[in-house]
């Protein structure tokens, strides 16, 4: 994969800083482990959260090593949580490699995700970081499993509903992305309204990044995007380009299909046809479009900087792939 | 269950605030979620752990609130262990209650689990916990993590031995026993040297507590227990007593048995035998009594007071479980 920060050579390689902290937290332990989470390390992934907590920093008076460590345990963090959603998926393959869970087993998946957490706590101790930081930290972390049980719930629910997708996908991405944006910044003495402001900031972009990546699901092209897609409909996560079809589709065509319990490649594409057709994508990217503006808004606010033309291009490269 | 702390009355009373402020801390949360800890919470167990940090925390100056809080933080931490273990191992019952893995499936027991270690941090962030206590916990969880990884690792294994067994036992047992009395007494004030005893004492206790658990499994009464026996030698887990037996049976046949792949109640039979014969039962008592010993060489170096008492009537009892 094509690394995203190539156009940030200094956060690129910060971000190299910040793998290394994440390989000497976890070097002691047991071998397995260590092989199967450098492996995961090393495949990358676009390291949005740690990238981003880094530009936050930049807004105030940026203490490296402080910061580089915190980034490090934000990024395992999301590494444990995406390792226990393999074992929900029963995922054969992330970013590229052979998940843990398909790899090792179940077993040794839950267990090396409870480790990944551990140390990330560990980490989060090393430093003077504030005890409110620490709470809201694992407070996001809480929203993500409570967003993923609440998904888990609605699994085949033909009445989701977009009140419930967004506390979805507010939970399960949003949570993450703004606590990543808000801890840089209150980490580096920024006042309270810019760390608020890039909380928010971090809140509207995991949005906007989350529906992006739910109608690239249904839109995308399997090979440019790196992984399978349609995988949520068959996994039965019915999401917003669903929802806001199925609202249009007074016949409930979509609905007889998806209470079929067989999903195959021609149910695919002909419910890809009637998402279409009934609007789902369409406003779907609508509700994008809205996350990403008001995004950009609260951008605008910022105090102008370095950073703040960063974040921009950022945001802007982020919720503009092809969808 | 007869509660473990009847002859405890204050410490009995203080526990069920410790019960109630575990609730407290997971009723906000999503509604499956809840029923399930709350049971698993009000089936009880013995507490031990936030009942050791209770004591410990009487060798300093007893700052109720925040021990409390501390206190119901280990104890949700060992839940979430205890929710993830019952996953590996597919146990249907805990505390004579269904488990969430079986009940509710393993998806929801993995979220469950993660959502309690993040409401212990959240706990941990609430009062003003030393960071180094903070690290010292994530580290004996990290410990656990790591035992029960190398124990999954040699399910099975012939040649575990006894070095390794100790590995294990110490990371998922003595090492939570250890930090619940060490940090009961350094958040309490104590200096470092009782404190360190105290985590002393406690490691101790875990390991004794342990084997004797293990012996249990093979000499046990399943009606008496409480729970099933011999289900260690079911899932692979060829513990201490085992080990010895192995090392005295010249002529391998324990081994013979256990490499075929059918064990049933027979085989069992047969096994208790040759591990009576072979002296596994007896050496490992000896093992838990020097553990025990240890314990009580350890308490007697505290400073006389009524904890003290309290702590060694309590290992008493516990260590001398009819095995």
């Known amino acids: 994969m094509k690394n995203f920060w190539t156009n940030y050579p200094e956060i690129a390689y910060e971000l190299e800083i910040v793998k290394n902290i994440i390989k000497d937290n976890i070097k002691s332990s047991e071998k397995y482990f260590k092989e199967s989470i450098f492996e995961l390390v090393d495949a990358g992934g676009k390291m949005l959260r740690p990238g981003l907590l880094l530009i936050a920093s930049r807004f105030g008076n940026y203490d490296k090593e402080k910061m580089y460590n915190l980034a490090a345990a934000i990024e395992l963090m999301h590494s444990a949580t995406l390792i226990h959603d393999d074992i929900i998926d029963e995922a054969r393959f992330r970013r590229g490699i052979e998940t843990i869970q398909s790899k090792l087993g179940k077993e040794y998946a839950v267990y090396t995700g409870d480790f990944l957490f551990c140390q990330c706590f560990i980490m989060l101790s090393k430093f003077n970081y504030s005890m409110d930081n620490l709470r809201e930290i694992s407070a996001a ?29 507010s939970g399960k991405t949003a949570a993450l992305f703004a606590i990543s944006l808000y801890t840089g910044a209150w980490e580096s003495q920024c006042d309270e309204k810019t760390s608020k402001l890039l909380g928010r900031i971090g809140y509207h972009v995991g ?29 039965g996560y019915y999401t917003l380009p669903i929802i806001y079809a199925i609202k249009e589709d007074k016949e409930g065509k979509i609905k007889d299909i998806l209470e ?62 092809n969808y």
Chains 1, 2 share one sequence.
Not at 145 to 161: A, F, M, P, V
């Open 260 to 321: 079929n319990n067989i999903i195959e490649e021609k149910e695919i594409q002909e419910l890809i046809k009637l998402v279409n057709q009934f609007k789902g994508i369409e406003k779907s990217r609508k509700l994008a479009d809205k996350y990403t503006e008001k995004a950009f808004r609260s951008i605008e606010e910022l105090p102008e900087c370095k950073a703040k033309k960063i974040l921009k291009e950022i945001t802007h490269e982020l919720l503009s792939r």
């Open 207 to 235: 949005m906007a990044f989350q529906i992006i990546d739910d109608i690239l699901d249904f839109t995308g092209d399997t090979l440019r995007l790196g992984k399978k897609t349609h995988t949520d409909i068959i996994k």
């Open 141 to 169: 972390i809480s929203q993500i499993c409570k967003g993923e049980i609440r998904q888990y719930n609605l699994r085949y629910s033909l009445d989701t509903g977009i009140k419930n997708y967004l506390k979805i996908i």
